[in-house]
């Protein structure tokens, strides 16, 4: 008796498992796209539904755009972010989606202002062309979003601010957004570091706000877009209570509030860190997911 019951415990247990084994997606950690812009090769991860092999079907896809000093591993070294997907998926929060990681560098998603890295341009006129071909994406504004954070989340403002017809949704964690003062505040030594390659080097005060800034700061491109240009895009901003870039974010919500454009913003417990991000991933890549979504 003893051992029948064992065996029917250890049935079950098995059978538990079958259910709710989770399926998971496949992840190609480095691909290589040969840029004739950039003149050199650039690195990407790319995400795949677990169905993605055993189907036919088209997917809908996300650009997931990395941070200041990390690369195109960052989202999922530090970010799980194919656990999350898998995990989103399964429970049906999001529908199967492609997540396609670029290695962007230092490089602010922009073409730099001396013109020799044009990163942007490399993205929409190579890359996105490329990853669109390649692998079984539904090439279309519908099916189409952006993320990222800090200067991922940057780059993700700024390209759909500046291409919503390309883009359904767009979701910006912890994004780099500062009003002109803040910028020309940014101590030299962080300038140096972080901005000079591709806004310029030794720029001091007013001399930061060159052409470059002015083509890319979000806030800026908010004020000289109509509330309908704006409407384009669906805008999911989230940033932490502690993090420093709470208040330009909180200048970007305050600019789309004042030309009604509708969009949603969070304010979270947290800081500008892999905890923040984690922990905010799921919820902005199911708004994005709802723009795929028939109503």
């Keep these: 008796m003893i051992i029948f019951k064992r065996l029917i415990f250890f049935c079950l247990m098995l059978s538990a498992g079958t259910v709710f084994a989770q399926p998971k997606g496949k992840v190609i950690e480095e691909q290589n796209i040969k840029s004739d812009i950039l003149g050199h090769n650039v690195k990407y991860a790319i995400y795949l539904p677990a169905d993605y092999e055993t189907s036919n079907r088209s997917y809908p896809v996300v650009y997931l755009l990395h941070g200041f000093g990390d690369d195109h591993t960052g989202w999922l070294e530090f970010g799980e972010i194919n656990r999350y997907a898998d995990k989103a998926i399964a429970e049906g929060k999001i529908p199967p989606m492609i997540i396609v990681m670029p290695d962007a560098q230092i490089s602010w998603y922009i073409n730099s202002f001396d013109g020799k890295q ?19 994406i539904k090439a279309s504004k519908k ?33 780099a957004v500062r009003s002109d003062e803040d910028f020309m505040a940014i101590p030299d030594a962080r300038w140096a570091e972080t901005y000079s390659q591709a806004m310029g080097p030794n720029l001091k005060g ?4 060159n052409s470059t800034w002015q083509s890319n700061s979000v806030l800026g491109l908010v004020q000289n877009k109509t509330t309908d240009e704006l409407k384009q895009v669906r805008y999911w901003i989230d940033c932490g209570d502690d993090d420093p870039l709470s208040k ?3 200048l970007l919500h305050i600019a789309l509030t004042e030309k009604k454009v509708p969009h949603e913003f ?7 860190n892999w905890t923040y991000w984690r922990t905010g991933i799921t919820d902005a890549l199911e708004f994005i997911g709802d723009s795929f979504r028939q109503k």
């Design 248 to 250: 330009g974010n909180s």
């Design 206 to 209: 007013r001399e930061r706000l």
């Design 266 to 272: 969070r304010i979270r417990d947290g800081a500008h």
């Design 143 to 175: 099916y189409r979003g952006v993320a990222g954070l800090s200067m991922g989340g940057f780059g993700t403002l700024v390209y759909s601010l500046k291409h919503p017809e390309l883009f359904s949704a767009a979701a910006a964690l912890s994004a």
């Design 118 to 136: 044009k990163y942007e341009d490399f993205f929409f006129k190579e890359f996105m062309p490329d990853i669109e071909h390649e692998f079984r």
